[in-house]
């Protein structure tokens, strides 16, 4: 017998010994797919899966860029929980043969599901920065009115390009002087 694989034999015989070696007719092969209420596949959703009963196992998974995840278990009953950003859905199923299995688990999301990753006190933010901007825009038109410019023409220049045409609008304005109407 060749040296080099007396440490293999070493280490199959401890696992058999110790009793983690598992025959291959009791694992199955399941995958797991989830999926959001409209059929799409959630890529990179959390998938713990643990053991009810029987000896203890637990191990936790995380679906591909297509949405799935293979493990292998042994026959038994388990708990299923998908997770996908806030929404979680949970299955209890039980592995009774060895052939390939497939679990679909589906994950109902709630369009306002985004508001627990940025919070009240982000969308509050983002509330007052859609206020100032607005703001600035009503600013440029009346300016721009006052100074005998189309004020649509420097409403639409700021609101498509932002900073720079706010930053164009200044540089401009200040040559112009402001009309008075005489009454």
Do not use: C
């Not at 936790?60 to 979680?88: C, I, K, N, P, R």
């Not at 859609?130 to 023409?153: C, N, P, T």
């Amino acid at each position: 017998m060749n040296k080099k694989y007396i440490p293999i034999l070493i280490l199959l015989l401890m696992l058999m010994l110790t009793g983690l070696a598992s025959t291959v007719s009791a694992d199955s092969d399941v995958t797991i797919y989830v999926e959001d209420s409209n059929g799409a596949r959630l890529a990179h959703a959390k998938v713990d899966v643990t053991r009810i009963g029987g000896e203890p196992y637990s191990i936790t998974v995380y679906t591909d860029s297509s949405g799935m995840a293979d493990v292998t278990l042994e026959e038994g009953t388990y708990q299923f929980v998908a997770t996908y950003m806030y929404s979680s859905v949970s299955f209890v199923g039980e592995i009774t043969d060895p052939g390939p299995h497939t679990i679909q688990l589906v994950i109902y999301q709630s369009p306002f599901d985004f508001l627990g990753a940025i919070g009240l006190f982000g969308l509050f933010i983002i509330a007052i920065f859609i206020i100032f901007y607005l703001w600035v825009l009503v600013m440029v038109f009346k300016d721009a009115e006052a100074r005998g410019q189309s004020g649509a023409l420097w409403l639409l220049i700021v609101l498509f390009t932002n900073l720079l045409g706010l930053i164009i609008w200044f540089l401009v304005r200040g040559r112009l002087k402001k009309s008075r109407k005489k009454k």
